[in-house]
């Protein structure tokens, strides 16, 4: 089955750095999706991603749908302390009436 | 708007009982319902996709007969692990899906289930 790569597992940061990661895949994808999620809890969307080479801003968060289809990225500026959790990027194959293949996320701790 | 419930949120059981989570969707009425699993600091994997009226569809490796899934009404889905075995503990998530777009599937918080 598709598998998404992403990276990388863990971040210890500074407040007000910034922050990248990314997944890649082995094989494409018609959108790319961003979720965050708390402890114990189920995920929340961030972004979505629908074409190849798509940029989408959300407040301080910024992600690209890869022109191969195969890959996309997060970025976040001037982390605060609320944007610590879990990061995971998910793909959807079908025309979004099925369900999503995630990533093995990447767990964001800020230091303050 | 866009609310999605679980009940239980945790739920602690002994081997070999069957364990019935449901799904809800508050505001909205949903087609489709999705269940995942997701083990300790891994990623959320799709287990099945539940139509209402119809039996679901379930990925390769997900025992049908082991984790039964019923969608009986457009804002209901249960899924229900039967004989459950420790290996069987896990967080489960269940997505429930507006319209047929990816960024209308709303997740629910998840139950967490314990089997001793």
């Known amino acids: 089955g598709q598998q998404l790569n992403q990276s990388p597992q863990s971040m210890f940061i500074q407040e007000g750095e910034d922050v990248s990661m990314n997944c890649t895949s082995s094989s494409i994808f018609n959108t790319w999706l961003w979720y965050k999620q708390d402890p114990g809890e189920g995920p929340v969307l961030l972004i979505a991603?629908?074409?190849?080479?798509e940029l989408t801003s959300n407040g301080r968060l910024t992600a690209q749908f890869g022109i191969t289809r195969k890959d996309s990225f997060l970025n976040i500026s001037a982390s605060i302390p609320s944007d610590v959790g879990i990061y995971f990027c998910a793909g959807g194959s079908g025309g979004g009436a099925d369900g999503l293949t995630f990533g093995k996320g990447t767990h964001l701790i800020i230091q303050p | 708007g866009a609310v999605v419930s679980q009940h239980p949120s945790w739920v602690i059981c002994k081997s070999g009982t069957s364990v019935k989570i449901e799904c809800r969707s508050l505001d909205f009425q949903a087609t489709t319902m999705f269940w995942y699993r997701q083990f300790p600091k891994q990623s959320l994997m799709l287990m099945a996709t539940?139509?209402?009226?119809?039996?679901?569809?379930?990925e390769q490796g997900v025992e049908k007969d082991k984790f039964l899934i019923n969608h009986a009404s457009l804002t209901l889905s249960t899924l229900t692990v039967t004989s459950a075995h420790p290996e069987d503990s896990s967080f489960y998530i269940c997505s429930a899906s507006r319209t047929n777009a990816y960024n209308e599937q709303f997740f629910g918080p998840g139950t967490r289930l314990t089997v001793l």
């Open positions: 539940s139509n209402e009226g119809s039996k679901a569809t379930y």
């Open positions: 991603l629908y074409k190849a080479g």
